[in-house]
């Protein structure tokens, strides 16, 4: 694709809600704006992506990063989902952060916090070696940010050894559930506690690798590494 000519080099602020992603179940808990979607997208860290192969639907969990107006994945040239998208099968890619467990007076009203992102399209392989480097570089400083400068850079084999795709973030939509149980009114004097409980994931002490040279000290960006969205 000319990249001029690239929707995803020219992204409108608010999704159009198409049928493949507008929300119908609870729909007021939609956002068809941009900013909630990338946000949430970059507060995640794995995403899981969709596809049907022969007739069968898979769902593979992978990283990615989110790079302007698209997302990257990368992996093995063999890798099945990625020959597939890279063929141009459509896509169905979802990435979802649990904040906490809602704990309502009735069985029936019991619930999660989240916020989820779908976004559905067809990728585009990234073949020119600068470009895929550049995408090597953003997913490793996804990870660690930081991290690329300090490690051996690819070789060229290793760049050709890997298969990078890019998904526009075309068609998309975000769901978004906060606060406390939604209860019928009746159940509302049940002498039942009620609420919520908050869910966080943050990163624990670093364990070094047990092969790691004796005298390298552990660098600063990994001793203040916060995973996104978390203080």
């Known amino acids: 694709m000319n990249q001029a000519n690239n929707p995803a080099n020219h992204p409108r602020a608010e999704f159009v809600p198409t049928e493949r992603v507008r929300v119908k179940r609870y729909p007021a808990r939609a956002k068809y704006d941009r900013a909630t979607a990338e946000a949430i997208l970059d507060d995640a860290m794995v995403c899981h992506v ?5 007739g069968q639907p898979y769902v593979i969990p992978t990283m990615y990063v989110r790079d302007g107006a698209r997302l990257l994945i990368h992996g093995s040239p063999l890798s099945r ?6 063929d141009g099968i459509p896509l169905c890619v979802t990435v979802t952060l649990l904040d906490g467990v ?14 989820s992102v779908v976004v559905v399209g067809h990728a585009r392989e990234v073949v020119e070696p600068a470009a895929k480097l550049a995408a090597m570089r953003a997913l490793v400083d996804r990870l660690m940010p930081g991290r690329w400068d300090d490690v051996r850079q690819p070789t060229p084999g290793e760049i050709a050894g890997t298969r990078v795709l890019e998904i526009p973030l075309v068609e998309a939509s975000a769901k978004v559930r906060a606060g406390g149980p939604v209860d019928l009114a009746e159940d509302e004097a049940l002498p039942v506690w009620a609420g ?18 004796p005298g390298i000290d552990l660098p600063d960006y990994v001793r203040r590494w916060r995973r996104a969205g978390t203080d």
């Open 196 to 213: 919520f409980v908050p869910l966080t994931l943050g990163p624990g002490a670093p364990i070094p690798d047990a092969k790691l040279a």
């Open 50 to 54: 969709g596809f049907v192969d022969d």
């Open 81 to 86: 989902m990625l020959t597939g998208a890279a």
């Open 102 to 115: 809602v704990l309502a007076r009735s069985a029936f009203h019991h619930s999660m916090n989240y916020r």
